[in-house]
């Protein structure tokens, strides 16, 4: 897996939502919550709060070597977040097939640049849903 991989499976795994409460009940967020949280926590530097979006499998890729080489959940949230410059992000799609889901979003950055369907692979874990590791 290339370091660009890691980076964009780590990245969906970042992009968690929160409820409009601002509270967040992981049994009950969808698939595009998470994404969204994920993002937002990034971009606070809320990294403490990244780790428990991703899946088991996608936490074993952060704590692995390419990980650790991209600077761990800070460094990727740091490059995914622009460092912290998110402006906004905009669900294109939530796609659920069983306990795997897919969340197309758009990231809207405070400089007025944008990524565009960025692809989010998420999976149910032991209830609740996760960021998964991309393809």
């Not at 994920?38 to 606070?44: E, G, H, I, K, V």
Request: hydrophobic share 35%; charged share 20%; aromatic share 4%.
């Amino acid at each position: 897996m290339t370091k660009h991989c890691v980076l964009a499976v780590v990245l969906v795994g970042l992009c968690v939502g929160c409820n409009k409460s601002g509270g967040s009940n992981p049994f009950s967020e969808s698939p595009s919550s998470i994404v969204r949280a994920l993002y937002m926590s990034c971009n606070a530097g809320e990294y403490s709060k990244v780790e428990p979006l991703l899946s088991s499998d996608l936490q074993k890729l952060v704590h692995g070597d390419m990980g650790t080489m991209a600077g761990g959940i800070k460094g990727i949230c740091d490059k995914e977040s622009n460092n912290g410059s998110i402006a906004g992000i905009d669900v294109v799609s939530e796609e659920i097939k069983g306990e795997g889901a897919m969340v197309i979003v758009n990231v809207r950055y405070k400089d007025g640049t944008m990524k565009r369907n960025d692809r989010n692979p998420c999976i149910k874990e032991n209830g609740s849903w996760k960021i998964a590791p991309g393809d």
